[in-house]
C-alpha cells in the first residue's frame, strides 16, 4: 500500500519559515493536499491540489510538490500556527495520510 | 454555514457493532462525496471509507473491509457508517468530512467535531 513519510516534528522561530515535508514513491505524479490540526479541535484544509489555498487560509501558507517531495510551506510562522500538519494523498482511489508532524513555534 | 454533526459514538465490547451517523446541514449534500476518518487517541488521521455522492460507489480501508459500511440517506442529509466485528484497535474519534469536489483529487474541505468510539470490555 501507499505511504506518506512526514518528520515527527519541526521547530521554528517566530517570524522564520517553517517548511514540512511528506515523502512518497513519486508523490509528484499525485495531487497533495495539506491539513492543520490543534489540540482538541478537527482538521482543517490549508493546501489543496499541491498549491491552492481554500477560502480563509492566510497567504502565508503555500506548498509545492516534485520528485518524491511535497512540502508545507509557512513563511513568518506565528504562534497561532504551532499544531499537528498532515500531509494527505490518494492511491488507487483510497486516500492516504501521512503520519503527521508537530510544529512548534518557539 | 456547513455543518457536520457526528454522533452514535459509545463504549462497545469486543465483538460488537456501532452505527455513527453526520447529519449534514447548509449544502447541497445530495451533490457530494463524503469520507469517515479515524483519530485513535494521541495517533494521526487514518482514512476509513468514502461514498459518491448518490451512494452507488463505495471504498475502504483495508483494516475495516468486510466489517465496516458507509451508506447515506440524501433525503435526510445524513451520512452513516456501520461498524460490525469492533475490535480494541478501531477504538479512536470518528470524523465525517465532505470531499471539496476537485476533480483533481480527494481533497477533505469540511469536518464534524468528531465522535468517540471506545471498544473495550
Known amino acids: 500500500s501507499y505511504e506518506l513519510t512526514q518528520p515527527p516534528s519541526v521547530s521554528v522561530s517566530p517570524g522564520q519559515t517553517a517548511s514540512i515535508t511528506c515523502s512518497g514513491d513519486k508523490l509528484g505524479n499525485k495531487y497533495a493536499c495539506w491539513y492543520q490540526q490543534k489540540p482538541g479541535q478537527s482538521p482543517v484544509l490549508v493546501i489543496y491540489?499541491?498549491?491552492k489555498r481554500p477560502s480563509g487560509i492566510p497567504e502565508r501558507f503555500s506548498g509545492s510538490n516534485s520528485g518524491n517531495t511535497a512540502t508545507l510551506t509557512i513563511s513568518g510562522a506565528q504562534a497561532m500556527d504551532e499544531a499537528d500538519y498532515y500531509c494527505q494523498a490518494w492511491d488507487n482511489t483510497t486516500v492516504v495520510f501521512g503520519g503527521g508532524t508537530k510544529l512548534t513555534v518557539l | 454555514e456547513v455543518q457536520l454533526v457526528e454522533s452514535g459514538g459509545g463504549l462497545v465490547q469486543p465483538g460488537g457493532s456501532l452505527r455513527l451517523s453526520c447529519a449534514a446541514s447548509g449544502f447541497t449534500f445530495s451533490s457530494y462525496w463524503m469520507h469517515w476518518v479515524r483519530q485513535a487517541p494521541g495517533k494521526g488521521l487514518v482514512w476509513v471509507s468514502r461514498?459518491?455522492?448518490?451512494?452507488?460507489?463505495?471504498r475502504y480501508a483495508d483494516s475495516v473491509k468486510g466489517r465496516f459500511t458507509i451508506s447515506r440517506e440524501n433525503a435526510k442529509n445524513t451520512l452513516y457508517l456501520q461498524m460490525n466485528s469492533l475490535r480494541a484497535e478501531d477504538t479512536a474519534v470518528y470524523y465525517c468530512a465532505r470531499d471539496l469536489g476537485d476533480s483533481s483529487g480527494y481533497y477533505l474541505d469540511y469536518w464534524g467535531q468528531g465522535t468517540l468510539v471506545t471498544v473495550s470490555s
Open positions: 461514498i459518491n455522492s448518490d451512494g452507488s460507489s463505495t
Open positions: 491540489q499541491d498549491t
